[in-house]
């Protein structure tokens, strides 16, 4: 610590006397960067999961899952999710040229929507309310499927699985780019855009690190199609879509709470 000395007049003691330590108050920028990092991430993975599980998304990854490779399925699913968040994250970064406490309280007035809304649909749902979603996905992908059997038909016999046809040699890395993979990709995309999860990383990105948010959003994702994916349809059946959402209302509205105690300043 550096040590001050003032200088005693001739009426005093002669010499040097230390001066009291200046201290200063201003935090770290490493460490408010840092924080400021896990604030955005732990923020954009609870209202991810909230958000998708039960999501459309969710339901398509599982049931495709089901029918064809798993890993295609999963590559293309994650592609799509991983696109949409970073723009998503680009979006609301770009609302950062308006002042920040504007933006700030901008945000924190969705969410409370957004929470207020997910409250009042969870409690009308029933607790069968997610068996719908899943029989409009699953009269969604037959159509795909037909559609799929047809440019078969026309252009050969091949593996469903993968795409690939015996009419047309294709390399192993064709494998991940194969009608599978873009029908997953396409789909997941389609589904995704002005979607709930969408909007709130494009608020969250407002207001918190965009590094945080676009990697935590993507590893939200990450788990929820990887469960999708993995448990199938055993996990889309099982899951309470009713409950998720009353859950999701919570998150929402905590978040929005939370802004009363946080100055727009903080940083994080």
């Known amino acids: 610590m550096p040590v001050f000395f003032q200088i005693v007049s001739p009426g005093n003691e002669k010499g040097l006397t230390p001066a009291a330590p200046v201290h200063s108050n201003k935090e770290d920028p490493a460490t408010q960067t840092n924080l400021g990092f896990i604030h955005a991430f732990v923020a954009a993975i609870s209202v991810i999961i909230v958000s998708e599980l039960g999501d459309k998304t969710f339901f398509i990854a599982a049931i495709m899952a089901m029918r064809y490779n798993r890993l295609t399925v999963l590559a293309g699913a994650m592609l799509a999710l991983g696109l949409m968040t970073c723009l998503s994250v680009l ?30 649909e ?32 026309l252009n050969g016999p091949g593996d469903v699985e993968t795409g690939t046809s015996t009419t047309i040699p294709q390399k192993r890395w064709l494998h991940f780019i194969s009608p599978i993979f873009i029908q997953a990709l396409t789909l997941t995309f389609l589904a995704e855009w002005g979607d709930r999860s969408q909007l709130t990383t494009i608020v969250l990105a407002a207001r918190e690190d965009p590094y945080g948010v676009a990697v935590g959003g993507t590893v939200g994702h990450c788990l929820c ?10 996990i889309a059946q099982k899951i309470s879509v009713r409950t998720v959402t009353i859950i999701g209302g919570i998150v929402f509205l905590a978040f929005a709470f939370s802004a009363l105690f946080i100055s727009p300043d903080s940083g994080f």
């Open 225 to 234: 199609t990887g469960l999708a994916v993995i448990g199938g349809r055993m």
């Open 91 to 120: 979006f609301g970064y770009a609302t950062t040229v308006i002042p920040r406490v504007y933006t700030y309280y901008v945000s924190t007035a969705l969410f409370a929507i957004f929470g207020i809304r997910m409250l009042r």
């Open 122 to 153: 969870g409690l009308k749902m029933s607790p069968d309310e997610g068996q719908e979603e899943l029989e409009e996905v699953q009269a969604e992908l037959k159509k795909k499927d037909e559609e799929f059997q047809r440019t078969k038909l």
